[in-house]
């Protein structure tokens, strides 16, 4: 008993702070639970991408035992400037910290667990309609936004289109200068192959 108590102990812990207190976190926490991986999700102190960082640099140095914690910084563009996004972003890789981008906003990198689409959007609110109206219709559902954003099951609704998001972003092949922009597939790829010890 005490043998298995120490490996659980010893399993990585991944620590993403997010945005938002609903979607991308439910999403996080569902994919650890189904896949087996450490998988810790926490709202940050605010929505913008420097309460983001500031954050994570908190949580990241509460911790002793540094050596078993990899700090995830969940980022969507929103209405933040290229410039300042940009800014976050680099301040991010530079703390030693994984960015998962996704631009306009997170819902961009959940529509292609149903579609593979690089169309642009104007703003985060017409990429989270699109995908509401993905969804619904793929489900059968009639779920306004607000619903949808608080379904705290999400993954288990998407995980059958996950191999399809990866597929779909690794094709689309976006830069990170563009609209739509996900790195979601690179950064989940990562943890289904390195996710526990």
Not at 128 to 145: D, H, I, P, S
Request: aromatic content about 12%.
């Amino acid at each position: 008993m005490a043998r298995s108590q120490r490996n659980r102990q010893l399993q990585p812990l991944h620590l993403f702070v997010c945005e938002d207190s609903k979607s991308s976190k439910y999403y996080m926490q569902g994919l650890g639970k189904a896949k087996g991986i450490n998988i810790k999700a926490e709202n940050a102190y605010g929505t913008s991408p420097d309460n983001v960082l500031r954050t994570a640099k908190e949580k990241y140095n509460s911790f002793i035992d540094k050596e078993f914690v990899k700090i995830y910084c969940f980022f969507d563009k929103d209405d933040s400037s290229d410039v300042e996004f940009k800014r976050v972003i680099q301040e991010c890789r530079t703390e030693g910290f994984i960015e998962a981008v996704s631009v306009p906003c997170y819902e961009y990198w959940l529509l292609l667990h149903i579609q593979k689409t690089s169309k642009s959007f104007l703003n985060a609110k017409e990429c989270c309609e699109y995908f509401r109206n993905l969804y619904n219709k793929k489900f059968k559902t009639a779920y306004e936004l607000p619903q949808l954003k608080a379904k705290s099951d999400i993954f288990n609704d998407l995980k059958e289109g996950l191999d399809f998001a990866i597929k779909n972003a690794e094709e689309l092949d976006l830069d990170e200068n563009s609209n739509p922009y996900t790195n979601m597939h690179k950064v989940i790829s990562e943890l289904l192959k390195n996710g526990t010890m």
